[in-house]
């Protein structure tokens, strides 16, 4: 019987903080989120890898030093109320829900939002709202929000999302080309944006209205 507990406290110790993961309630919510949980069931012993995994319709979950270090870019205290766009497998989105008052999440497939929303009930996530729509659009009823994550690639910043956000409001999103990527940081001023420049990265594209193409 492999040993889930210990496999994340590992992960956090050799994976998390080395790469310079230093926000103790982000590294709190790593260690006590079941990645596992969220993957299919052949895939659960190597859930806790250095490394993006399948799960199903042709996308992944990150790979846990990038679900850590976008969330701590958002910086969140508690109070939040939470955008995700890209809810994949859900696990993201339960790392939010540790670390804010209610997270709001839009997935494109359905097959993957309805599986999401069956893990984030069993292990009694009671703060996650979750929609099947294109989320470059964003979630217009439930704006404004006080952080906005984006874990699919785009190839410009999509301007609905920064219409949803609160001044002084943090939006974390992959920009770039197809197949790579920067992680941007954009907080919005009273003038416009700021933009910040974090990590290269490769994510699944974000397709849509105001991504790329189908
Ligand atoms: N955050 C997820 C990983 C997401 S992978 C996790 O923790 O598992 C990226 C996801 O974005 C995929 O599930 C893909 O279907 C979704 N996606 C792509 N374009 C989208 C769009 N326009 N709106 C909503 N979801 C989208």
Redesign the pocket.
């Known amino acids: 019987m492999i040993d889930f507990d210990k496999e994340r406290r590992l992960m956090v110790e050799e994976q998390l903080i080395p790469r310079g993961i230093r926000n103790p309630r982000v590294l709190d919510a790593m260690r006590k989120v079941q990645r596992h949980e ?1 993957m299919p069931e052949a895939l659960r012993l190597q859930a806790y890898g250095d490394h993006a995994m399948p ?1 199903g ?1 042709g ?4 790979q846990p030093y990038i ?1 850590a270090l976008m969330t701590e870019l958002l910086g969140l205290k508690g109070p939040e109320r939470v955008l ?10 339960a790392v939010l829900a540790e670390l804010c008052q209610k997270v709001y999440t ?4 359905k097959t ?1 939002a309805d599986k999401a929303r069956q893990n984030l009930d069993r292990l009694g996530y009671r703060n996650v709202a979750m929609k099947v ?4 659009y964003g979630w217009k009823d439930m704006a404004p929000f006080d952080a906005i994550i984006v ?2 690639a785009s190839p410009s910043v999509p301007q609905p999302l920064v219409e949803q956000l609160k001044e002084g409001g943090v939006l974390v999103v992959p920009v770039g080309e197809r197949m790579s990527q920067e992680l941007l940081s954009i907080v919005k001023t009273s003038t416009g944006i700021r933009t910040e420049r974090s990590i290269p990265c490769v ?6 209205n105001h ?1 790329w193409k189908e």
């Open positions: 969220f799960i319709e996308q992944t979950i990150s679900v995700e766009i890209g809810t994949g497998s859900g696990y993201q989105a839009v997935e494109r497939v993957l729509f294109d989320g470059t874990t699919a994510f699944v594209p974000l397709i849509g991504g």
